[in-house]
Nanobody
Framework: QMVESGGGLVQPGHSRRLSCVLS?????????LSWWRQPPGKEREFVAA????????FYSDSVKGRFTISRDDAKNTTDLQMDNLNLDDTGVYYC??????????????????????WGQGTQITVSS
C-alpha cells in the first residue's frame, strides 16, 4: 500500500513537498518509484521517477528543473519537492512503485503499466 501526503492549496511561485510511504512488508529498496499527476479534465501524466538504486532520475519536460524526486529506503518513502509552482501544476498527484529489475529504459519508467502499486492520490491546487 502506498499513501501520499502533503497536498493542499499553494500560491504560484511557491514550493510544496509531497511524501509517499510504502507499507505492507515489501522490500522497498528494490522498487523503482515514480510520481504522476492528473490535471482537471485530463489524463494521468508522468511527472518523475527514480531508479531502485536512486542513481537515476527522470522528469517530464514540464517539471524538469523545478521538481526533484528522492527516496529514503530506511523510511520506505519517496518525496517530490516541487518548486516554483504554476497553475498548470494543479492536479491529483499519485505515487507508484514497481519491481526495479524490470525498468531497463527511460520509456519503461514513463509507462504507467510498469507500476504495480499506486497510491490514492493527493490534491495540489495552485492558485492565487
Amino acid at each position: 500500500q502506498m499513501v501520499e501526503s502533503g497536498g493542499g492549496l499553494v500560491q504560484p511561485g511557491h514550493s510544496r513537498r509531497l511524501s509517499c510511504v510504502l507499507s505492507g512488508g515489501r522490500i522497498f529498496k528494490y522498487y523503482a518509484l515514480s510520481w504522476w499527476r492528473q490535471p482537471p479534465g485530463k489524463e494521468r501524466e508522468f511527472v518523475a521517477a527514480i531508479s531502485w538504486s536512486g542513481g537515476t532520475t527522470f522528469y517530464s519536460d514540464s517539471v524538469k528543473g523545478r521538481f526533484t524526486i528522492s527516496r529514503d529506503d530506511a523510511k520506505n518513502t519517496t518525496d517530490l519537492q516541487m518548486d516554483n509552482l504554476n497553475l498548470d501544476d494543479t492536479g491529483v498527484y499519485y505515487c507508484a512503485s514497481g519491481p526495479g529489475a524490470t525498468f531497463i529504459s527511460r520509456d519503461r519508467y514513463m509507462n504507467p503499466v510498469m507500476y504495480s502499486n499506486w497510491g490514492q492520490g493527493t490534491q495540489i491546487t495552485v492558485s492565487s
